[in-house]
Structure formats: C-alpha cells, structure tokens
C-alpha cells in the first residue's frame, strides 16, 4: 500500500511568515511521530500522537511550534511566526500502534526560512 | 538521561573492506535500539532492529549492555552501501518516541 505521505516537499518563506506542513500516515497507523532532520541538531523528536491526542509535546522547540492530528489520519504542524533556525527537513512517521511498532517514515517536508 | 551518541560523522573504507558504526546509548531503563538508514535522495527506512537479532543486507549489530552499545558491523562493505546511517533509542514509556544519534555518513570508495 501506500507509504507516510508529506506535503509540500519543499516550502519556501519569508522571516516572520507562518506555514502549514502535512503529514498523511499510513492508512490504519494509530500512532504518528514528527521529527525535525537539521545540520546542527541531527534527527530530533518533536511530537507524537496517539489517535488524536499528544501526550507528549515535549520535543517542540518553542510555543510557535504547535500540531494537531484530526480523524486519527492527518496531521498538520504549524510554525508561526517562522525564524531562520526553523530551516530544516521535518519528517514525519507513523506505526501500526504506539512503542512496538516499526516507524515509518515520509519523504520529509524541507523548509526554507529566508 | 536518554541519549544516543554516534562518535563519527563520516567513515570512509573500501568496498570489500570490514566497517563497523559506532552507536552508544544512555538509558535507565531496557533499551530498544534500531539502526535506520537513508540512501541518497530516499526516505530514512529501517535497516535493523536488536530484539529481532535479523541480519539485513549483510548487516548485524548486537546489543552490549554491559557497554552500553549497538555497534553496526558488516564483513565486507559494498559501494551501495554509501549512505546515512542513524542509531535510535525507543522510549517505551513516552510513546515510541525515539532518540536519534546524530548520524554517520558512510562512504564505500570502489
């Protein structure tokens, strides 16, 4: 079938300006991960789902990170307010259920903050 | 704390050549370690998991605990084996999550 799905491939924006990144998991996959690939940081965790919740936020870097997953399907991560830092390639994975199942990971979203 | 701490950044060997990616952890708790790996221009895959003790595309790696390592070994290193390769903890108790290392690049020179 097909694999995690991520919309757009590549995001170009200005300083300052918000952006909508989208995940689309594998069909039935309850539990869905996002994690940010950069030069500096490597492959770090931002966020999880379990269904439509988020237990654990911890890994977003600042309150201008903020995600939502609705339908237990999509995913959506927004970024206001976007700062150079925020350059980077954020994927986003899913697995038949949480902690003992194989991630599966998309193409990745690379995001350009001029 | 949870960390995962690959020392190289790039290894560079020759095609035939015996490689081993260094990967250890930091974790309280039982460790479950995955290497995943992401080929040039391609979406990071699962290459091998420690708990099903699998060998893929000639790769092994054995957990240590005693070391507290997940070395990633393979004989005879082959130039399609050029790629990314990242260590990961899972965190049970915080949903899966897991804690990557920070990556060594591997090339297979001809």
């Known amino acids: 079938g097909a694999g995690v799905s991520q919309s757009p491939s590549n995001k170009v924006t200005e300083k300052g300006k918000d952006v909508e990144l989208r995940c689309d998991p594998i069909s039935g996959h309850t539990a869905l991960y996002w994690y940010r690939q950069s030069l500096g940081q490597g492959l770090e965790f931002l966020i999880y789902?379990?269904?439509?919740?988020?237990?654990?936020k911890s890994g977003l870097p600042s309150d201008r990170f903020s995600a939502e997953r609705t339908g237990g399907s999509v995913s959506t991560l927004t970024i206001q307010r976007t700062q150079q830092e925020d350059s980077a390639v954020y994927l986003c994975a899913s697995s038949l259920v949480i902690r003992v199942e194989t991630q599966y990971f998309g193409p990745g979203t690379r995001l350009l903050v001029l | 704390a949870q960390r995962v701490t690959q020392p190289e950044k790039l290894l560079s060997v020759f095609k035939g050549a015996p490689v081993e990616l260094k990967c250890n952890y930091s974790y309280s708790g039982s460790p479950e370690l995955f290497w995943y790996v992401q080929y040039s221009r391609q979406r990071l895959q699962l290459l091998l998991r420690?708990?099903s003790r699998e060998s893929i595309k000639g790769f092994t790696a054995d957990l240590n605990k005693g070391e507290t390592s997940f070395h990633l070994k393979k004989p005879f290193a082959q130039e399609e084996d050029s790629a990314m390769y990242y260590c990961g903890l899972m965190i049970y108790n915080q949903g899966g999550k897991l804690i990557f290392g920070q990556g060594t690049e591997l090339s297979v020179k001809p």
């Open positions: 420690h708990i």
């Open positions: 789902f379990q269904g439509n919740s988020a237990p654990d």
